[in-house]
């Protein structure tokens, strides 16, 4: 005797599809359109090698904003996992998050770096460029001065993602 068959074929996205109707009043379109088509708080961590004195990271590309989307960013965070050193007035460390070549927010340390196991914030992003469009890229810099030496740390950001 053979198994019973408990989904048939096509009844999972019978039941998926129910399952959006009464949840979100979305019928399924064939695309991911009914859970993206959200402004939630999504948030992602990016891992930043420890830097010696006077190595910079130039334009990294974190993510690209996916067509038909729009990414608008709520918040930066820095979070330190390590000590840096030889930061100061004529040897500053910035970090830059940009939107294409323009700034969405720096973080110059001209002393101390944040102590290890700390988070704090970037400061206050840009109300032009924190708007990604479909296609940009959100990019990531550090320039460190000559003895600035920078430890391993991790960039947070939150951001929301709707349809364009």
Known sequence: ??????LRPGDLRKYLQAAFNVTTGHTHDGTNSALIATTSPRV???????????VD????????????????LTSALIFSQ???SGIDGSNTSAIVL????????????????TADGSSVTFGTLSETYKVLAAGEKLKFSVTNGTTAD?????????????AA
């Open 1 to 6: 005797m053979d198994a019973p068959n408990f």
């Open 44 to 54: 992602q961590y990016f891992q930043i090698e420890d830097l010696a004195a006077g």
């Open 57 to 72: 990271i130039a334009d990294r590309v974190l993510l690209e904003c996916p067509t038909g989307y729009a990414i608008t």
């Open 82 to 84: 390590g000590t840096g």
């Open 98 to 113: 940009k939107n294409g070549s323009n700034a969405i927010v720096t973080k110059t340390y001209t002393s101390a770096f």
């Open 150 to 162: 920078t430890p391993l740390f991790g960039v947070q950001i939150t951001y929301t993602l709707s």
